[in-house]
Each structure stands twice: as structure tokens, then as C-alpha cells.
């Protein structure tokens, strides 16, 4: 069965092609225009063992608002198609990595539901040219666009870099859990039958 996908997304503020594969080996080539962005896309894809290929031309010239959101809202699309109907997958997943002296926590269920609980305080307002706080906005459209319920909580950390880097290693091993087939599970984890 192929677990992949390709969705693109063209707008006045935007244009977004993703290509993710949910059985690859973590290889990634990541393109947003965003330095500090394109590493922790890169850095997820690495630790939830998917192969992606992102490439978002945005409006930098006003800010980095519309390209993270709206590559949420891309990778959010993509995730869901690849998954599929969700029959075979283990559903739930729960990451904890520690970055140094930082340490995050993220819990998905792949439930049709989507849900944000942010709970992140850095610091900082910005890494390179990353705004910092648009790390709740690209989550906030990933899980509404791929049927999410995640919870993600940091436990403590004090350093920008390293407590968003810490999430987003969180966010790719949850995932890979929450999308891994078992074979023990027939049709969909849940009682309903459905998701």
C-alpha cells in the first residue's frame, strides 16, 4: 500500500507544493524561504522517518505569517491523504525529546477531530527570521487540516532555538507512532468503527 501524497496550494499570498511519503527514511529537501523554518521541517521529517519535499514561494516581503500557516494547512492535507481511511494505523502517539536543557512533550490522535492545546512560552520573538510565535499558528493549521487532536507541552526550557527545535522532533516521532501500521489492528482503532 502507498503511503503518499502530493497536494499543492496556490494562492494570492501563496504557492505550496508538498510530496510526503509516511514510509520513507526521513529524507527531506525543504524550501520555504525561512531558514529557521526549513530546519525544523527538515528535522521532523527526519525524526518521524517521513520523505518530504516542500517548496512554499510566500510573501516574505511582508512577513513570515502567510507561508507557515499555509504550509500547515498544505502539510496538513498531505498528512490526511497519505494516511487515508486510517484502517491498520495505531491512531495514537506520544513523543517526549529533549533538546539540552529543554524538554517537550506532544500527544496526537489521528481523529478526525482536530484540536490544539499549546501550551509553549519562549523567550524570544524571533530565531533568524523566524517568528516565533507562528510555531502555534503552523500547528494550529496542521492539525485542522489533517484531523488532528494534539497536545503539545513544554516542560521546561529556557533557550528559543532549542524548545521549538524540541517540539518539532516531539511532533515527527508522535506521528510516526500514531500513522504506523499494526497488524493486530483490523479496520480502525475504535470501538465506533469509524474515524
Not at 6 to 27: A, F, P
Request: with cysteine; aromatic share 6%; hydrophobic share 40%.
Amino acid at each position: 500500500m502507498n503511503r503518499s501524497s502530493r497536494v499543492e496550494r496556490c494562492t494570492k499570498e501563496t504557492n505550496i507544493s508538498v510530496t510526503l511519503n509516511l514510509d520513507g527514511t526521513g529524507h527531506a529537501d525543504v524550501q520555504t524561504g525561512i531558514g529557521f523554518f526549513d530546519h525544523m521541517l527538515t528535522l521532523w521529517a527526519k525524526h518521524g522517518l517521513f520523505d518530504l519535499q516542500l517548496k512554499a514561494d510566500g510573501d516574505l516581503y511582508i512577513d513570515g505569517h502567510h507561508t507557515v500557516e499555509d504550509t500547515g494547512i498544505v502539510l496538513g492535507k498531505a498528512l490526511a491523504q497519505a494516511v487515508g481511511d486510517k484502517a491498520g494505523i495505531r491512531r495514537y502517539g506520544t513523543a517526549f525529546v529533549p533538546m539540552d536543557e529543554a524538554l517537550a512533550q506532544v500527544s496526537v490522535d489521528i481523529s478526525g477531530r482536530p484540536f490544539l492545546h499549546y501550551d509553549v512560552v519562549t523567550a524570544v520573538e524571533r530565531i533568524g527570521t523566524f517568528d516565533t510565535e507562528l510555531t502555534e499558528e503552523f500547528l494550529r493549521a496542521l492539525a485542522d487540516n489533517a484531523g488532528l487532536t494534539l497536545h503539545v507541552m513544554l516542560l521546561h526550557g529556557k533557550n528559543g532555538h532549542h524548545i521549538i527545535e524540541a517540539v518539532f522532533k516531539a511532533l515527527g516521532r508522535a506521528l510516526d507512532e500514531a500513522t504506523r501500521k499494526d497488524e493486530r489492528i483490523v479496520g480502525v482503532m475504535s470501538t465506533k468503527g469509524s474515524l
